[in-house]
C-alpha cells in the first residue's frame, strides 16, 4: 500500500515524517539522519498513539478490549465542533501499527505493509458515498449520496424546516431561538441551499443546558461553551459560558455544522453525512467553511477564532474558484480539491496535501509545545492558495507594481486576524513566492514584470492576540 509524505516534525526533539494513504489515513516513521542520508524506523503503537491523539484529538478514539479481542469504539467529541462521528477505526489502528519492510531512501512516496488492511470487499467507495462493511458504516459524501439513503427527506422547505422544529417538544426556547434566527438569515442569503440534513438534525434534536462539570464529560473540555453531536442529535450548551463572549457565536457555529453532519440509522447502518472523508480527513477545510458561514451567512464576528487561519485560506481559494457555501453544503472536501485542481488546470500543485498541511499548520500555530514544524514545511499550501489567487486576478497583473500590491495583499488575507495561542510564530512564505511566479508563467505575464524576493515579504511572524503582527520583508 502506498503512502505518501505530508511532512516532516519534530516531537520531544525526535525526528518523524507524517504519511498518509489514498483513504485519509496516517501513520508516522522516526527517521534518523547518517551520513546526510534519512533512515526511516518503525515507531511503536505507544508513541503513534500519542501523535495520534495529538493531530487528531477532539476526535473519535478507539481501544481495544483485552478479554475478547472485540474492538470498541470509545467516542469523544469534539470540543467546538462535534459531527458525532464513529470513524474507521478498525482501520486507524491496522496503519497505526506497521509490518514489512521500509525504505531508507528519503522518499516522499513509501511502500507500507499495515498488519491488517480492509479487503477490497470489504470498502465500497464512489464519487458520492464511501461503505465500510466491518463498520457497517456508510458515509454520505455529497448530497447525491444523502438523497440516495435518505430519499424520504429529499426537497425540504425553509418552511418545512420552521415547522420541524416548532413541532419538537425536546429543544428548548433558548435554543429554538438560535436555530429560528438561523433559518431566516440562511432563507435570505442562500434561498436554494440544501436542507435535507439541517431538517433531519432539528427533527430528532434536542437541547441539553449543561454547567462546566458536565460539559467536561460530554465534550473532554470543561470550558467549552457548545458542542453538537449527530449521533445523539443533541446540542449541549453551557449555561455556566452564558456570559462568555464567544458564546453567540459559537452556538451558531455548531448550528452551521447541522446543514452537513448528520446520522441515521438504516438497515442496520450508520448512514452518515460529512464533509469529511476517511479518518476525518478535510476537517480544518470544513471548519474555515463553517466559520466563514457564520460571519457571511449568520452576520456574527468574534475576534479571536480557533479556526481563523484555515478560514482565511478557505476564503482566498473559495473566491478565486467560485466556490459557493450551496457547494460546500452539497459536497465534500475532495469535490473543493477537485474544483481547485480543474482551476489550476496543472498537474505539478499538489492539491492532495492541502487538507492535511492546513490541519498541521491549524495545529502549529495554536497547539501543543512539544510538536516542532518549520513553516517550510508548508510550502505545497502556499503555492496553491498563491496558484489559485493569481490566476483568479491575473487581469491586474498588468505592472511589477501591480503584482507587488497584489502579493502583499495575499498576505494580509493569509494573515487576517491570525493569532497563536502563546509564543511567536514565523511564516516563511517561499511557496507563496514559488506559486506565484508559477501562476504568472502559465498566464503569459512577461518575465520582466515579475517582483524579485527583494521587492517582496518573505516572512511574517504572529504572536498572541494584543501583540502586533510583524511582517518582514527582506
Ligand atoms: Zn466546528
Not at 485560506?313 to 481547485?340: M, P, Q
Not at 495583499?409 to 495561542?421: A, E, H, Q, R
Request: aromatic fraction near 14%.
Amino acid at each position: 500500500m502506498t503512502f505518501y509524505k505530508i511532512l516532516d516534525f519534530k516531537y520531544k526533539g525526535r525526528s518523524f515524517t507524517a504519511f498518509r494513504n489514498n483513504l485519509g489515513f496516517q501513520t508516522f516513521l522516526e527517521y534518523e539522519v547518517v551520513d546526510n542520508n534519512r533512515k526511516y524506523h518503525y515507531i511503536d503503537e505507544m508513541t503513534y498513539q500519542r501523535l495520534y491523539d495529538m493531530f487528531l484529538k477532539k476526535k473519535p478514539s478507539f481501544y481495544e478490549d483485552g478479554v475478547n479481542k472485540k474492538r470498541k469504539f470509545n467516542f469523544i467529541p469534539k470540543v467546538i465542533s462535534a459531527t458525532g462521528t464513529a470513524l474507521l477505526l478498525a482501520s486507524l489502528t491496522a496503519c497505526g501499527v506497521l509490518s514489512g519492510n521500509v525504505s531508507n531512501a528519503n522518499a516522499d512516496e513509501l511502500q507500507l505493509w499495515p498488519n491488517q488492511m480492509f479487503d477490497d470487499n470489504e470498502v465500497i467507495i464512489t464519487d458520492d458515498y464511501e461503505v465500510y462493511e466491518i463498520a457497517k458504516k456508510v458515509n454520505l459524501l455529497t448530497v447525491d449520496g444523502l438523497n440516495l439513503y435518505w430519499s424520504d427527506e429529499s426537497n425540504i422547505t425553509f418552511d418545512d424546516v420552521r415547522n420541524t422544529l416548532d413541532s419538537n417538544p425536546d429543544v428548548d426556547e433558548f435554543l429554538a431561538d438560535y436555530i429560528h434566527n438561523f433559518i431566516d438569515k440562511l432563507e435570505m442569503r442562500c434561498p436554494n441551499i440544501n436542507l435535507t440534513c439541517l431538517n433531519h438534525n432539528v427533527q430528532i434534536l434536542k437541547s441539553k443546558p449543561v454547567g462546566d462539570f458536565e460539559m467536561m464529560q460530554v465534550c473532554g473540555s470543561s470550558t467549552a461553551t457548545a458542542c453538537f453531536v449527530a449521533k445523539d442529535g443533541t446540542i449541549y450548551y453551557n449555561e455556566d459560558r452564558l456570559d462568555d463572549e464567544n458564546f453567540e457565536y459559537i452556538m451558531n457555529h455548531e448550528i452551521g455544522h447541522m446543514l452537513l453532519n448528520g446520522y441515521r440509522e438504516i438497515n442496520g447502518y450508520a448512514t452518515e453525512r460529512h464533509f469529511t472523508t476517511g479518518a476525518n480527513t478535510g476537517f480544518m477545510i470544513e471548519e474555515g467553511f463553517d466559520t466563514l458561514f457564520i460571519e457571511d451567512v449568520v452576520g456574527v464576528s468574534l475576534e479571536d477564532v480557533a479556526y481563523r487561519l484555515p478560514a482565511n485560506y478557505v476564503r482566498i481559494i473559495k473566491d478565486s474558484i467560485g466556490y459557493t457555501f450551496d457547494d460546500y453544503v452539497d459536497g465534500y472536501h475532495i469535490d473543493f480539491e477537485n474544483r481547485i485542481k480543474e482551476f489550476l488546470d496543472d498537474p505539478n500543485y499538489n492539491v492532495d496535501n492541502l487538507p492535511y498541511l492546513m490541519e498541521y499548520q491549524k495545529y502549529n500555530i495554536r497547539g501543543n509545545n512539544d510538536i516542532e514544524i518549520e513553516d517550510s514545511e508548508f510550502y505545497e499550501l502556499y503555492e496553491v492558495v498563491a496558484g489559485v489567487f493569481f490566476k483568479a486576478n491575473i487581469e491586474y497583473c498588468d505592472s511589477k507594481e501591480s503584482i507587488i500590491e497584489l502579493y502583499e495583499g495575499l498576505i494580509d488575507d493569509i494573515l487576517n486576524d491570525v493569532y497563536t495561542k502563546e509564543g511567536k510564530y514565523t511564516f516563511d512564505f517561499k511557496g507563496l513566492r514559488e506559486g506565484m511566479r508559477r501562476a504568472l508563467k502559465a498566464n503569459g505575464i512577461d518575465e520582466s514584470l515579475w517582483p524579485s524576493d527583494d521587492d517582496l515579504t518573505m516572512i511574517a511572524i504572529v504572536s498572541v492576540p494584543g501583540e502586533k503582527q510583524n511582517i518582514i520583508s527582506r
